[in-house]
């Protein structure tokens, strides 16, 4: 018992040491007895590589307790045996759950994927009225029901009135919460709308929403943002950037140096962080294409995989060498 308490607080005391705060998520799910609890966090927004934080088995009493650590608030996978559902998590807080919708079905758990089991349905117990998972969820209907109703004068139409009228709705429905990544969320669920508008050129939607701003890694909205934004931005020719260009620099002896000198000319790319990851969206793109030597765009990603000076980078790249089967690298 002694031994266990001390174990217990100096992982406390790391945790503080570290910046890491411990979170807490415990709950109830009806007819889930010895079925495995997991709890999941994103390495990254982009290719949404998942790494397991902690895991349980569901008591007799259909309860489980996990406590792991987390830095920074971000979305979080939570699987109980082969469904799942997402939650915002934030650092040094408890969650009680009332979990619902468990499928029980015959056979070996490893025959059914996550992916094709309906979610689970999560209900944080006693939550505050601005819990951010409650704001969050009507942000996304409030902004879902908007551009249904009015999708046929609002996307891709060029309307600033509308989107003015969108804008206004979401930012008058939503006032200072103090929650940052609440505030965030907001921010580039708008730009998102405003891209997607086609009432802003992209030279002022990445001056408002990009330049001189900090990439926020652990945001959904952000990411969803900046990769539609760039979506197929290298192997289109966009930005001034010719694939010619791009082609050749593949071949040359250090073809990472040469590519984001090339980039640096694009006036969407003034951020440093982010020409680096439009390089790597570019660069998955291009290895699937027989326009490019895919071997040169694979080296390039490994090489930003072990000496980007952008950690979250290395994470990045790592993951999408990941995602390409064996055969093809």
């Known amino acids: 018992m002694k031994r266990t308490f001390f174990s217990f607080l100096f992982f406390c005391l790391t945790a503080l040491c570290s910046g890491q705060q411990l979170t807490t998520v415990r709950g109830i799910v009806p007819g889930g007895v010895g079925k495995p609890v997991e709890v999941y966090s994103y390495l990254d927004l982009f290719t949404y590589t998942t790494e397991l934080l902690a ?29 799942e559902a997402e939650l915002v998590l934030e650092p040094g807080k408890t969650y009680d759950l009332q979990v619902n919708g468990l499928v029980i079905q015959p056979g070996k758990t490893d025959e059914i994927v996550p992916k094709m089991m309906p979610p689970l349905t999560i209900v944080i117990k006693d939550a ?10 009507s942000l996304s209907a409030m902004s879902d029901d908007f551009i249904e109703k009015n999708h046929s004068v609002l996307i891709g139409k060029g309307n600033r009135q509308k989107a003015d009228e969108y804008r206004n709705l979401l930012q008058s429905s939503f006032p200072e919460t103090g929650n940052l990544f609440f505030a ?11 891209l997607h508008s086609r009432a802003w050129s992209k030279d002022k939607l990445v001056d408002q929403y990009l330049n001189s701003k900090p990439v926020l890694y652990q945001n959904p909205a952000y990411f969803e943002f900046l990769t539609s934004l760039f979506d197929k931005h290298l192997v289109a020719g966009s930005g001034g950037v010719k694939r010619e ?4 620099a593949l071949g040359l002896s250090d073809p990472y140096t040469e590519l984001m000198q090339i980039l640096k000319q694009d006036p969407l790319l003034k951020n440093e962080a982010i020409r680096e990851i439009v390089l790597l969206m570019g660069l998955f793109d291009m290895q699937s294409q027989a326009y490019f030597n895919k071997a040169s765009c694979l ?25 390409i089967p064996v055969d093809r690298l």
């Open 55 to 83: 895991k349980g088995i569901l008591t007799k009493k259909n309860t489980f307790e996990l406590t792991f650590t987390i830095t920074s608030t971000g979305p979080f996978k939570i699987r109980i045996w082969n469904q």
């Open 128 to 137: 505050p009225r601005q819990e951010l998972n409650g704001m969050l969820r």
């Open 184 to 194: 965030n969320t907001l921010f580039y669920t708008i730009g998102y709308m405003e």
């Open 245 to 248: 260009a791009l082609k050749a």
């Open 299 to 323: 080296k390039v990603i490994r090489q930003i995989s072990l000496n980007s000076k952008f950690s979250e980078h290395k994470i990045m790249a790592a993951n999408l060498l990941s995602l």
